[in-house]
């Protein structure tokens, strides 16, 4: 979570241009009046305490912790994240953006009542939670990072209101442990909980096959009014924390299918956050970059050289050698629709008709 990644990320968007298509706006850290939307009050007191005297943290509340270790304004730096997404979901609610980006956001593991995964406030959370105050009826999440969206699905668990998705590598390989096919939801939301479990070592042409057997056709049936995606970059294969096999070319297709999607079933309603992502140089800017240049309306070339300029910035700042295109060479990527059959003997087909027998009859679709 080194923030070079950030700012890398943001210097190769200037680089390219493409702040000169966007607005970019400073938004207000999230107040406890929001953050008590999702989170609880005595919860937002102890990351506060933490934030003032981080050695006397209280680890029940997973602060202090290996993932999650308490720093000195660590409340003001989470709010703040928190509070860009939820500025995010008002611009867009209000019709004064029809796309936001932000990719310092998608911080999808903190529960209401405590953090994890690197992950102190849930600004995607907050950001749904925000919406549905506005007056929104019908909100979708797709979560595409290599782990379990779990603190948003927790969230949302009981709310027929807000659809949640998560592709993420099985549980049984990866943090958090969950998100198995079964997870669906409880109550009047069951159905509203979708996971899709995928085989450690899946690569490009799988991992697009699942997104496209299971997203697409639930967005159909939803009707969102606004879409938010998260965009972790850590299913990329040089990523160090799990076991996904994803190109950048891959995660650039899934992006551009999430915002014809937006504007296929949401009239065009995005807000786009980034997640997880722990190859800070070679994978993240590269990803992100693609991610703001699609919304921007301005989508980038993979095969667009990078500039050296900003190779020498990467240089100087962590003393590694930067990616010199905006592609892994794999462009343009190409799957199998699931239409086209269903293998018993694949473990990618088992786990997608997994999900979809799971869900799809709860929600009146045929699996």
């Known amino acids: ?3 070079v990644r950030l700012g890398l990320t943001r210097s190769l968007v200037d680089a390219f241009g493409l702040d ?3 607005d970019v706006v400073a938004a ?13 009050q005595d919860y937002i007191e102890a990351v506060k305490a933490a934030s003032a005297e981080p050695r006397a943290a209280d680890q029940s509340y997973g602060i202090g912790t290996v993932d999650d270790p308490a720093f000195a304004g660590m409340h003001g730096a989470s709010a703040l994240i928190a509070g860009q997404s939820v500025g995010a979901a008002e611009a867009v609610w209000r019709g004064s953006a029809l796309h936001a980006v932000n990719f310092a956001g998608g911080l999808h593991h ?15 959370s907050l950001a749904i939670a925000r919406l549905l105050e506005l007056g929104a009826e019908r909100v979708a999440y797709v979560d595409v990072d290599v782990h379990h969206g779990d603190g948003v699905q927790a969230a949302f668990w009981e709310d027929p209101r807000v659809l949640t998705i998560s592709l993420h590598e099985h549980p049984r390989t990866l943090f958090p442990q969950t998100g198995w096919p079964e997870e669906t939801g409880a109550g009047r939301a069951e159905g509203s909980a979708v996971n899709v479990a995928l085989p450690a070592g899946t690569g490009d042409a799988g991992w697009l096959r699942a997104f496209h057997a299971v997203v697409p056709e639930l967005l159909a049936d939803f009707r969102p009014q606004v879409l938010v995606t998260q965009h972790g970059a850590d299913t990329h294969f040089e990523d160090p924390l799990a076991h996904l096999a994803v190109s950048l070319d891959a995660q650039r297709a899934v992006q551009v299918a999430c915002h014809e999607l937006a504007h296929a079933y949401a009239d065009g309603r ?5 997640g997880g992502g722990y190859a800070v140089v ?13 919304a921007a309306g301005r989508p980038v070339d993979p095969e667009a050289v990078i500039p050296e300029a900003w190779r020498q910035e990467v240089y100087a700042r962590t003393r590694q050698s930067g990616p010199r295109r905006m592609t892994d060479g794999r462009w343009p990527v190409t799957w199998e629709a699931w239409e086209t059959g269903y293998d018993p003997a694949d473990r990618l087909d088992q786990a997608v008709l997994a999900t979809r027998k799971a869900v799809f009859p709860l929600r009146g679709l045929l699996a």
């Not at 903190?110 to 995607?124: E, L």
């Open 282 to 294: 070679e994978v993240v800017p590269r990803s992100w970059t693609h991610l703001v240049a699609i």
């Open 28 to 40: 207000q850290p999230a107040g406890e009046s929001t953050l008590r939307l999702v989170h609880r």
């Open 270 to 274: 995005w807000i786009a956050l980034g």
């Open 1 to 3: 979570m080194d923030p």
């Open 20 to 22: 000169k298509d966007l």
């Open 110 to 124: 903190a529960m209401p009542g405590g953090a994890s995964g690197f992950c102190v406030y849930n600004d995607a």
